[in-house]
């Protein structure tokens, strides 16, 4: 009884309810992969296909010149995409798809070096397919690009 007591009159912290405990979200685990393949999804269209139709039409001149020099193409595609992308999360922390469902890096200010890692561990992750089933494996939901760059994506519904 006295416990109780001493909860009541403030000198001591009342034990957490099963309840409260589920409420809590935990801040070290990562996204859920579903909603990062949304975002993800989301800035393939917003971001790389206005760039594509201005490296096809504007830089190449029409489909055909693209088809003849498709190496150099997809070489400018892919600079400017990683141009864009890094310069978003340096600036706002955030992609238009990331920004739609609601995500967030824990890091709140990453740096340079950080997001560069990132950046060309993910393509490589993608491409290899390897690091698309490393979320599956850990509890904590990480990807390979949130390993080895040491940042991660948290989700916070508004």
């Keep these: 009884m006295s416990r109780w007591r001493k909860v009541k009159q403030g ?20 996204a859920p992969v579903t909603v ?11 971001i790389v296909m206005p760039i594509l139709y201005v490296v096809i039409y504007l830089v190449m001149g029409d ?7 498709m190496g ?17 999360w340096a600036i ?9 469902y609601d995500l967030y890096f824990a890091d709140p200010k990453p740096s ?10 993910m393509q490589a992750g993608i491409l290899s397919f390897f690091g698309l089933f490393v979320p599956f494996l850990l509890k904590s939901r990480a990807t ?15």
Excluded: N
């Design 92 to 100: 706002k922390g955030q992609t238009p798809g990331m920004k739609a």
């Design 11 to 30: 000198k001591a912290q009342a034990p957490e309810t099963k309840k409260e405990k589920k409420t809590q979200a935990p801040e070290t685990l990562c």
């Design 72 to 88: 150099e193409g997809w070489l400018i595609i892919l600079a400017l995409h990683f141009l864009s992308v890094i310069a978003l």
């Design 112 to 121: 340079l070096v950080k997001l560069l890692i990132r950046y060309v561990t």
């Design 36 to 46: 990062r393949l949304k975002a993800f999804l989301t800035d393939t269209f917003m």
């Design 144 to 158: 390979l690009w949130d390993l080895v760059s040491g940042s991660c994506l948290i989700y916070r519904p508004q």
């Design 63 to 69: 489909r055909e010149g693209f088809r003849e020099h």
